[in-house]
């Protein structure tokens, strides 16, 4: 697993690597040939142009323009202001040096001067800004960047795409599209997400330091980024000595008689995903049509009332069900009433693995006023409790306002207050966005995350029949429940993927998603556990 650090953290590591010797000199050094280094591996180089801002991310630039011309390229650094003019003391002893080594140096270009003199680059370094950059993008650098994407140069930003915030992942108006970035230290979480999921490219790590690695984990990551080898304990059980029962069997609470697809394709995920058994226990009035979509799983219809909504008398039905299954997951269609919020409140307090999404996390947060942090015992159990909320749900249940969750930091921070809340090690609050965190007391796991085609109606209903069914199959076994959330959405993911390839990236419907779960699962089972072999490839 790669750790991934808060900016706070990463300048933290910074000190701590002065405090060990290694200067800022130094590492603005390494950080510069790190970034050349990626150049040359490029190939066939010849034209260099690096774009260098006034702070330390232009001095990583100007060392990389210096590195470069010592290989043999020609290199050419534009900056806003003359070498010798640069105000912070590093990037002006850099660049004075870079430009004694031969660099060429294009002071203030008009936009047709910089547009020319990309047009015979090959290769672009955007050294603008880095972590320091916030607010929108000031004059020249918007215009640059708008030089810079328009032009065919291949773009490889040092550290962080100019105007992406490297812990939100949001884009400024003016923000470039690398094909590559080269960061430095650590991961930061917004490169992993939301804008900075399509402006980073690939992107590479670069240390700096051999110490690098224990003082990054001494600051204690916000994440851990999977590698699809971590999943190898996560992956869900194939022998041939089953039974239906013995491979698990999820009871899905669900439906309403406005709503009743989403338990449905809930339902039918859990099957996909290699539950044995799979019950669906839905308001009475929407049983017919659920039955009519389920030709190998029963339906048991529950008391409604008006709106055909559960009622409070459903409980009894749903713990007895709950008490021959594996895992239960509540939720998917089922709306918020005191019937619903009884039905949830009652799994709660059994001791069976329980998913709990969509309107069964809308109940939580009615049943704990929007501050779930502040009534940990309502969550408080002994048996595994993963939650799955996306933005607008994690902000409803710690109390945040609309919009109050817009970020993975914010995400990782929301949920974090959730898991330490609770304390306990049975809880996991998968945290649904363009990056997807799943956060237990021990750590928050990034799997990798999917496709834009995910997102669309009936995913999160897939995503939550997948996960009760992989608890039900590793009910009796000890894995890092985190990890197991995991695997559950790189497999959801990986579905994405394929069910995209099959329909076209803008038409997938959820139920797409579900056909392929099962040749999803296996692909990225053979990818762990084979992956050089044929598969892996
Ligand atoms: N951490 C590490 O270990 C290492 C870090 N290293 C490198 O240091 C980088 C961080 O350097 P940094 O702190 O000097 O900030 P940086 O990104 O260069 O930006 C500051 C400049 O941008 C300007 N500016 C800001 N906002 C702006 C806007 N909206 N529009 C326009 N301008 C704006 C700001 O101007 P000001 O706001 O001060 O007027 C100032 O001039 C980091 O990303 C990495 O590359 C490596 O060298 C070694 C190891
Ligand atoms: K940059």
Redesign the pocket.
């Given at each position: 697993m790669q750790p991934v650090l808060n900016i706070d953290d990463?300048?933290r590591?910074?000190v701590a690597?002065t405090r060990e010797g290694v200067s800022?000199s130094e590492?603005?050094h390494?950080?510069?040939l790190a970034a050349a280094q990626e150049v040359l591996e490029l190939g066939e180089m010849d034209n260099v142009v690096v774009l260098a801002?006034?702070?330390?991310?232009?001095?990583?630039g100007w060392v990389a323009a210096e590195a470069l011309r010592a290989q043999g390229a020609n290199v050419t650094v534009v900056s806003p202001v003359e070498p010798d003019a640069l105000?912070?003391d590093l990037?002006r002893q850099v660049a004075q040096s870079a430009v004694r080594a031969g660099a060429s140096v294009l002071v203030g270009p008009s936009r047709d001067e910089l547009d020319d003199l990309l047009a015979t680059a090959d290769v672009a370094l955007d050294?603008?800004?880095?972590?320091?950059?916030?607010?929108?993008?000031?004059a020249p650098?918007?215009i640059w960047i708008e030089c810079l994407n328009a032009s065919t140069a291949r773009v490889v930003s040092?550290?962080?795409p100019s105007g992406l915030s490297?812990q939100t992942g949001l884009a400024?108006e003016a923000c470039v599209v690398a094909d590559m970035t080269v960061t430095?230290?650590a991961l930061k979480p917004g490169l992993l997400t939301d804008d900075g999921r399509d402006v980073c490219g690939a992107i590479v790590v670069a240390p700096?330091a051999e110490q690098t690695d224990r003082l990054v984990v001494d600051e204690d990551p916000v994440a851990w980024r999977t590698d699809l080898a971590d999943y190898l304990e996560a992956l869900l059980p194939r022998t041939s000595a089953v039974d239906k029962f013995s491979r698990g069997s999820v009871l899905v609470v669900g439906g309403s008689r406005r709503y009743p697809g989403a338990a449905i394709m809930a339902a039918l995920a859990a099957a996909r995903m290699g539950a044995g058994y799979v019950t669906l226990a839905t308001p009475a009035s929407a049983a017919a049509v659920a039955q009519a979509h389920l030709l190998e799983i029963p339906v048991v219809p529950l008391p409604e009332d008006a709106d055909g909504t559960l009622t409070a008398d459903a409980r009894d039905v749903v713990c007895k069900l709950a008490e021959r299954s594996s895992a239960v997951l509540v939720g998917p269609g089922l709306r918020v009433s005191g019937g619903t919020c009884a039905v949830v409140s009652a799994l709660l307090g059994m001791d069976v693995p329980l998913v709990v999404d969509a309107d069964g996390l809308n109940c939580l947060a009615r049943l704990t006023n929007g501050a779930l942090p502040q009534y940990p015992e309502i969550i408080r159990r002994s048996a595994p409790l993963v939650i799955t909320p996306h933005r607008g749900e994690l902000a409803r249940l710690v109390g945040r306002p609309a919009g109050g969750v817009s970020s993975l930091s914010d995400q990782l921070d929301a949920a974090r207050d959730i898991v330490w809340a609770d304390g306990g090690s049975e809880l996991v609050v998968v945290g649904k966005g363009t990056a997807t965190c799943c956060v237990s007391v021990e750590r928050a796991v990034l799997p990798k995350p999917g496709p834009a085609a995910l997102a669309t109606a009936g995913s999160g209903d897939v995503l939550a029949g997948m996960m009760a069914s992989a608890i039900a199959q590793r009910s009796e076994a000890d894995v890092d429940p985190a990890l197991l959330a995991a695997y559950v959405c790189e497999v959801h993911a990986y579905a994405g993927t394929l069910a995209a390839e099959r329909r076209g990236s803008r038409a997938v419907m959820a139920s797409d998603i579900i056909d392929v779960v099962g040749v999803a699962s296996d692909a990225v089972d053979a990818h762990v556990a084979y992956p050089d072999g044929p598969a892996g490839e």
């Open positions: 990463v300048k590591v910074e690597l800022v590492l603005m390494r950080a510069g801002g006034m702070g330390n991310n232009g001095g990583d105000p912070g990037p050294c603008m800004l880095g972590t320091g950059f916030h607010g929108e993008v000031r650098f918007d040092v550290d962080v490297a400024a430095m230290l700096l």
